[in-house]
């Protein structure tokens, strides 16, 4: 082999750019509790658990899955030495909201609201073809919940 630069495009080419099973794209939230965070979204949306990081005894990374798919990240604020805050922190209003598709947005939405989730829009059929309710989790966070109709 060559120099070190030569090596590090061999080595890059033979390993693939994403670990398997991960998507390109997925969101990596600050929270404010891991533990509080991680019973809301098991009990608001039905995540489940794919792994999880604890360092002496505090949770300090987790990745989570809806239908076998990751879907969210997540890290306590100050983990890793971040200075990223929560929309609640911050007191501000979350620049972006996250678009999941249910089965049921009804009882998604019941189940949210029952898990301390704050409600911005109940459920309705839209005109663009989705039943859609909106609700605030407990970090500020904005989960559009929809369901296709047509």
Do not use: N
């Not at 009882?107 to 859609?132: H, I, M």
Request: hydrophobic share 40%; aromatic share 12%; charged share 20%.
């Amino acid at each position: 082999m060559g120099a070190p630069s030569e090596m590090r495009i061999w080595r890059d080419s033979m390993t693939p750019p994403r670990p398997a099973g991960v998507p390109w794209l997925t969101p990596y939230l600050t929270v404010r509790d891991a533990r509080a965070s991680l019973a809301f979204y098991q009990a608001a949306f039905g995540f489940g658990v794919r792994d999880s990081v604890e360092d002496d005894g505090a949770l300090m990374h987790v990745e989570m899955t809806y239908h076998d798919q990751l879907i969210v990240m997540f890290a306590p604020e100050g983990a890793f030495g971040s200075t990223a805050r929560t929309p609640q922190s911050a007191k501000t209003v979350a620049p972006q909201s996250f678009y999941l598709y249910v089965d049921d947005v009804d009882a998604v939405y019941a189940r949210a609201l029952e898990a301390g989730a704050r409600s911005l829009s109940e459920p309705q059929d839209q005109f663009w073809g989705d039943r859609f309710a909106q609700v605030e989790d407990l970090d500020g966070y904005r989960w559009a919940l929809a369901r296709h109709l047509s």
